[in-house]
């Protein structure tokens, strides 16, 4: 069941259930939220709002953009999953993008195996590196809260009480599909990406396999498919091959996902979506 938590990451993103309910939040609470996500980070001084020097351009994605997903195990429908890019925050001098995924699984899946994930990401709104990492597992009997704050000008990362050496601009799981988004991606050819979880550095590379046309709950859509390939074991490991079907076009929406695990296999699909500021 480790597998169905790796797909949340990938697109992983991927969450809901009730959590779908009303999102709409009082000015009150999105200041609440905003002012932790300001000062729950470390501070460094010497951060600035020119993000490390690197910018990069991004037509892909904004604020506003909310994709759900149907999750599947073989035949059953195991749970639901959400992300969006939720809103532009001051984190430690920099602007960025606070990005939010959540997971749960379905009434009767949770009688064998229960999910209710969240995971959060601080992405830089221009270089689009990571500023910080979080995420709240609610797994069968596991629970687990990790929180990571990542120094990107001195290449470091504090998770806990351990400091991690980074390489330049690492990404952390849910920001990495955000940055994959953001490439031209040519059918041949592999994207590499410098990824941080749980105290270690992957080396990840995205294979473009193919462009096809797939149907999901959501509609049709002409897509490339993308294979990620990590060349140590690490968060997408897993039983046979995991393919990503993102949309042809300059959103990359992720539409489709699918991976074997020992018995059957797991496929997330979309269900609906709504495009941010760039898509309007």
Request: net charge positive; aromatic share 14%.
């Amino acid at each position: 069941m480790r597998t169905f938590v790796i797909l949340i990451f990938l697109l992983l993103f991927l969450f809901s259930g009730k959590i779908y309910g009303d999102t709409t939040k009082s000015q009150s609470d999105s200041l609440k939220d905003q002012e932790r996500i300001q000062t729950s980070g470390r501070f460094f001084p010497d951060a600035t709002s020119r993000s490390l020097k690197r910018a990069l351009p991004n037509n892909a994605f904004e604020v506003g953009e909310r994709f759900v997903y149907n999750v599947r195990y073989g035949p059953i429908r195991a749970g639901t999953a959400m992300m969006e890019v939720a809103e532009v925050v001051n984190y430690n001098g920099h602007k960025t993008f606070r990005i939010k995924s959540f997971a749960k699984s379905s009434k009767f899946f949770s009688l064998f195996f229960k999910v209710d994930d969240r995971v959060e990401s601080i992405m830089d709104f221009y270089g689009l590196f990571s500023h910080h990492f979080e995420k709240h597992l609610k797994e069968g009997s596991y629970r687990a809260d990790r929180f990571v704050d990542f120094d990107q000008k001195n290449r470091l990362a504090y998770e806990g009480a351990d400091t991690i050496p980074v390489p330049e601009f690492v990404l952390d799981a849910l920001a990495s599909l955000y940055y994959i988004r953001t490439l031209d991606l040519k059918v041949g050819n592999s994207v590499f990406i410098n990824n941080y979880s749980d105290k270690k550095n992957y080396a990840l590379e995205v294979k473009v396999l193919k462009k096809e046309k797939v149907k999901v709950p959501a509609g049709r859509f002409f897509c490339v498919v993308v294979e990620p390939i990590l060349q140590a074991s690490g968060i997408f490991k897993h039983e046979g091959k995991l393919k990503v079907w993102l949309t042809d076009d300059k959103y990359k929406i992720p539409v489709k996902m699918k991976s074997k695990v020992v018995v059957g296999s797991i496929t997330t699909e979309l269900k609906s979506y709504t495009l941010g500021k760039i898509g309007k």
